[in-house]
């Protein structure tokens, strides 16, 4: 066995690994989820907003077991991935009739999130007819959003939560190991950003003119 492991930014030492052990031998019955909750909460491993790190924790877990570290219980359920087997956004109808005229007359716009919400399948659907890379169901802590003006959507923008670990950024930004482990939470990808092509048509004239 190696003398410590590392998992996303942690080192597993020997005895971290004889207490994973320790915990599955107490808790015979205890599904992987509920392994991987008692470990977060013995360790106090959570997230900066104080929910647990439960699906990181169980990518650990898995990771120990395949290594022939630890041996987890059988899987209780299979759950189906939305990754995989993603269904196409359907097709949503709304008002597709030009908007015309000075830039100042679009106001207000109104900007909604609407991620768990009743307009977040339209969000969908509007990304999926209209943005030339479709629709994708983000990963991690994400935001829609929907700006609305004249009672109709006019555009989509979508926010994710940023890599661990991307060269450029981290060179440019010049933060330490540390720092970057520190603050990457503070930072948001703008993944997606989508003018609908009828209120495209309303900024180029106005902006032309």
Not at 157 to 171: E, I, Y
Not at 189 to 207: D, E, G, H, Q, V
Request: overall charge positive; hydrophobic content about 40%; charged content about 25%.
């Amino acid at each position: 066995m190696p003398s410590e492991w590392r998992y996303r930014g942690r080192v597993i030492t020997a005895d971290d690994v004889a207490s994973i052990r320790q915990l599955i031998a107490e808790n015979s019955g205890a599904s992987r989820r509920r392994l991987s909750e008692k470990l977060c909460e013995a360790w106090q491993w959570k997230q900066a907003n104080g929910a647990l790190r439960d699906m990181v924790c169980r990518g650990l877990l898995l990771m120990l077991h395949r290594a022939g570290e630890i041996e987890l219980p059988p899987i209780r359920f299979q759950t189906l991935n939305p990754f995989v087997r993603r269904t196409t956004p359907a097709p949503m109808l709304i008002d597709t009739t030009p908007i015309t005229g000075a830039l100042q007359q679009l106001r207000p716009i109104e900007l909604q999130q609407v991620r768990r919400t009743g307009d977040e399948p339209l969000f969908n659907s509007l990304m999926e007819q209209h943005h030339y890379l479709k629709y994708e169901q983000p990963v991690g802590e994400h935001l829609k959003y929907l700006a609305w003006a004249q009672g109709r959507p006019i555009a989509c923008l979508a926010w994710s939560s940023a890599p661990r670990h991307l060269g450029s950024r981290d060179r440019y930004i010049g933060w330490s190991t540390e720092a970057r482990r520190r603050n990457i939470r503070f930072i948001a990808y703008n993944t997606r950003f989508l003018i609908l092509p009828k209120a495209m048509t309303f900024c180029y004239t106005s902006l032309s003119n």
